[in-house]
Nanobody
Framework: QVQLIESGGGLVQDGGSLRLSCTASGRTVSNFVLGWFRQAPGKERDFVAA????????THADSVKGRFTISRDNAKNTVYLQMNRLKPEDTAVYYC????????????WGQGTQVTVSS
């Protein structure tokens, strides 16, 4: 089992930037796909981005493409989400998640970190 802890959330103005971090413990995540999801009040949890174990292959949701960038450092067991040009509609609790390579579902989740973008 992988334990995930997010950090880096906070309050930022429209157009600002934040960098989220998620550090894993319990086992190395070099064989895991790591992802970021978000959940706004009253809405379902949505996919934001994911990155494969090679640390190069990544995918981003259309709503954040060109503004957010996911990256990972396997040596540090950490995944990052660089968020630029933030908008009020990006306000949500952001969660990192992990799934073992070749599997379909994310089985490990962090506790979430709040990101609030003021207009």
């Amino acid at each position: 089992q992988v334990q995930l802890i997010e950090s880096g959330g906070g309050l930022v103005q429209d157009g600002g930037s934040l960098r989220l971090s998620c550090t894993a413990s319990g086992r190395t995540v070099s064989n895991f796909v790591l992802g970021w999801f978000r959940q706004a009040p009253g809405k379902e949890r949505d996919f934001v981005a994911a990155i494969l174990y090679d640390a190069r292959t990544a995918t981003h949701a259309d709503s954040v493409k060109g503004r957010f960038t996911i990256s990972r450092d396997n040596a540090k067991n950490t995944v990052y989400l660089q968020m630029n040009r933030l908008k009020p509609e990006d306000t949500a609790v952001y969660y990192c998640a992990a799934k073992f390579r070749g599997t379909q579902e994310y089985t490990s989740w962090g506790q979430g970190t709040q990101v609030t973008v003021s207009s």
